[in-house]
């Protein structure tokens, strides 16, 4: 994967965060969770030279004295002032490599996908590979998976990998099937299958553990090319006023390039990050979680581990058999005792373990693993489970029981509302991304996007959060509406709860003394907005520690704030 050294020059000559003085940023409409959960109101921020807060200041307070208190002072004109938001699942790497190759994500045929593919193939000629993402079947309307005869006509002899967009499942051209030598003679992996045609020979597209067979094929980026991804990633954050994020399967590759932009001071997101299996946990944490580094950027808390696949590509580990494919029940990648046991290995050493499970076979799984697990290891664990998307009612109050936090990505429920309806059939939708009923059963719940697979807009989330309903306003009343949350409940899992996920509710996640001063200016105030107006908001500026990291009016990372 070649990409221009000159992209990296131009993200990087943007100016950082500055060391400031004490700045007072007042004249704001300002909202936060409080440390008991509830909504705080505020007019002003008073923090310091090394951005952290000292005051909150609300209305009738006594307003600072200028140079004596402070030295900087801001009008926010009005707007509206909310913690950072906190994206509490995404793929750091992949989103700024997703923004630097091929993007399918808005096609809406095959057709459509394919011109796209040959352009950008004629546009290129100098990648060995042509790898993408985003595709997406459902979409096409196309009833099946598309295939590699199909991708030859437009690529000629490169190889050609093109990811679906929920990132489990892979399309290839025979090119890239020939140099992975994936034949009609191979097998299907443990945890994964391949398409075939009706002589046996691979159709073109992989699922799950099966991806790795051509995955693996494709030539890595260089250390530079991660530093642009990296770049670029954090310029995608800021503007949607993303200011920290649970980064989902850490490599050391990845981590190594957290770790250069740290040491040069380019390192202004802060990344929660959980190492991409057992393996990768040892190789970047050694004994036991790194601490803080940076100023409170980067740590390694934990590691990311996978129980079964996605609804999309029929991988997700069902209780029943699909709806739409009854001669499965999706591909489980681990059993109860082999996951319990990989669980075990990392909290031994104090690792804080997430668990995929997307079906609700696999939550009750992962649950009963945590459930048998807590026993032994005591203390504050914090399990995670990330997606929970499709949950059998059975099982909500042992959800709450084991202690489990749901990691949740509200903007998949409006994705993914009429595959899942396929997918399930009418029965058994009334455990279809229940944000609600885990809610009120005791469940905290975090936040985020699965960026790249979605867009990393928190906005967009919220929306769906409180109306169950797409950008076109369907379905009317909501999707299962008896899932909505308030405005406050789905606020606090993009912020205070998304931190508490992720053990930084000491660090940042809400406007509070002595936390970071981590904010963002919008222009909707979403604790008094219907669903259409905060998918609209519009970040101006995006502050982290103090020090303002992107600034709509500029359109870039802006520097030290006017006096």
Known sequence: MMLIRTALAALLLTASPAVLADTLVDNVVGRTIGANGQVEQFTGLLFDDAGTIKRVIRSGDKKPKPR????????????????????????????????????????????????????????????????????????????????????????????????????????????????AGVTATTKDPAGGSIERGADGAPAGVLIDSAMELVGAKVPPPRAEDRDVAFATSQQILFKRGVTAVAD??????????????????RLYVRVMAYAAGPDQMTLIGGPGPSPWLYQDRLRLNGVKLYLDGALGSRGAWLKAPYADAPNTRGLPQLNQTQLGNIMSRAAMDGFQVAVHAIGDEANATVIGAISDLSGTYKGDRRWRVEHAQIVDPKDFAKFASSGAIASMQPIHQTSDRLMAEARLGPDRLAGA???????????????????????????????????????????????????????????????????????????????????????????????????????????????????????????????????
């Open 68 to 179: 004596k208190e402070y030295q900087y002072h801001i009008d926010g004109k009005g707007r509206v002032m909310l913690p950072g938001m906190i994206d509490a699942h995404a793929h750091v790497m992949d989103i700024g490599f997703a923004a630097l190759s091929l993007d399918l994500s808005e096609t809406t045929s095959l057709a459509d996908a394919l011109n796209r593919i040959g352009k950008f193939a004629a546009e290129h000629p100098d990648r060995p590979w042509i790898v993408g993402r985003g595709w997406n079947q459902e979409l096409w309307k196309l009833g099946r998976f598309p295939t590699a005869a199909e991708l030859d006509v437009v690529t000629g002899g490169r190889p050609v990998w093109l990811q679906r967009v929920d990132g489990h499942a892979g399309w290839a051209n025979s090119a890239a099937l020939k140099a």
């Open 248 to 265: 989902m399967g850490t490599g050391i590759e990845d981590w190594q390039t957290y770790r250069r932009a740290g040491d040069a001071n």
């Open 433 to 563: 991304y229940p944000w609600k009923s885990l809610k009120t059963a005791g469940v905290r719940l975090a936040f985020g996007s699965d960026a790249p697979v979605e867009l990393a807009d928190p906005w967009a989330g919220l929306a769906a959060a409180i109306s169950r309903q797409g950008p076109d306003g369907q379905p009317a009343g909501g999707w299962q509406p008896q899932e909505r949350l308030s405005a406050a409940e789905a606020l606090a899992a993009y912020t205070a709860d998304a931190a508490y996920a992720g053990f930084a509710e000491s660090k940042f996640g809400r406007l509070a003394p002595g936390l970071r001063a981590d904010f963002v200016l919008v222009d909707v105030d979403p604790l008094a907005a219907s669903a259409a107006q905060v998918r609209a908001t519009k970040v101006s500026e995006t502050w982290i520690g103090g020090g303002r990291v992107w600034s709509a009016e500029e359109g870039t990372t802006a520097g030290k704030p006017a006096n």
